[in-house]
């Protein structure tokens, strides 16, 4: 069969068994031992096992579980309550309210965690809940959580980052300086939605508290102070070189369980129901990841990234044309390969053919790292979706369409950055000097 038709197959039978309620990380599994029995040579027994052990087996991976752990440790303590408690009185007057605190912090903790799962899964155990208990609109909460858990691999640091720095041999610390930029383009558009969305819906959001003195306000932040500094400290030790992103999820956890005992709400129960509720949450998402692992194992294998990318390249295309072009087919990706996958699979077509048309490597590095993280929010394989299906136990399909006007901000962010390049070659270029 011809490559693209096999790619076609593959994703038919992938839609047939989502449908049908498959597990997802079986859905996967299948998908690519169908393709790698019945269109390659290869054993598909064998890559099966070498997958699922390659894709659990890594250091970075271990700061999954204890982010998620520190989450719940937060979620289930009185902290998570006062911390919004803490904002509430500083966000009462626009418009939103606490809403806005799901992508503060999205932001805040994707760029400690570095991870799209980890910040979705952590920040949705502690937000979400509070939020449903004040009366937000659940639709809101669901989709802004989704779309805003992506900024974990667009504000350094990332691996994907790495990952591309490596493919396109460009400097690492360069691509980590042009991600902050539309990091906080990012965060502005989608809070900007928020507040376009309350002040068209104002009877869908909570009512005002009633007013509050400055002196008051700096009373009840007070209540922010013990998880502020948790954060502070882990981002700290984080950017000053003296940890890992694995060795500061592990502070965060022994920094949650002293805090969550100082405040008498670390109970025995409470301990081991958290322990429970990360193994859970830890185990689907690890057991997602081997599906997708061996998956991307079989588009390596039927040359599926590269036939498109190579297709592309035939249509000698103008430079916008190709970003056009590239968008759509890295978009017919996302729903079956991961990012770092794409980045991978398709980088040595690629990446000559955007040199080729005049573009900033650097440039396109952070145009990828969008394209990933819309991946993460487009059915039927985006992560986020399924991230927070296992948590709320919402379909994949009513977190997606939430997640739509979220999706619209994450592509105006793509033609923002394409018509106006500098918003991500400034902050390098202004901090290292222009490349020669």
Known sequence: MD????????LLIMLLLLG???WIAMTLAICGWVGQAFFTS???????????WESNASWELAALPMFIWMGEILFRSKLSEEMFEGLSPWLNKIPGRLMHTTILGCGIFGSVSGSSAATCATISKVALPELLKRGYSEKIALGSLATAGTLGILIPPSITM???AVAADASIIR??????LPGFLLMALFSGYIIWWSLRHPELVPPQDPPTTFKEKIKKSGQLIPC????VFIVWVLIAGYATATECAAYGVLGSLILAAWSNSLTWKTFVEGLMGTTRT??????????????????????IPRELAEWVNAMHL????????LTFVYLILGTALDGISMIVLTSAVVLPMIQKAGFDLIWFGIFIVLLVEIAEVTPPVGFNLFVLQNMTGKDSNTIAKAAIPFFGCLVLCIVLITVFPEIVTCVPNWLMGKES
């Open 228 to 231: 502020s500094v948790l954060i």
């Open 42 to 52: 290869t054993s598909p027994g064998n890559n099966l096992f070498s997958s699922f």
């Open 282 to 303: 830890s185990c689907m998402i690890m057991f997602i990841l081997a599906g997708a692992a061996f998956l991307t194992k079989t588009m390596a294998f039927t040359g």
């Open 162 to 164: 790495v990952v591309y």
């Open 20 to 22: 049908g309620g498959v």
């Open 175 to 180: 691509i980590f300086l042009a991600g902050f």
């Open 318 to 325: 103008s430079p916008y044309a190709l970003i056009a072009v």
């Open 3 to 10: 490559i693209l038709a096999v790619g076609a197959l593959l």
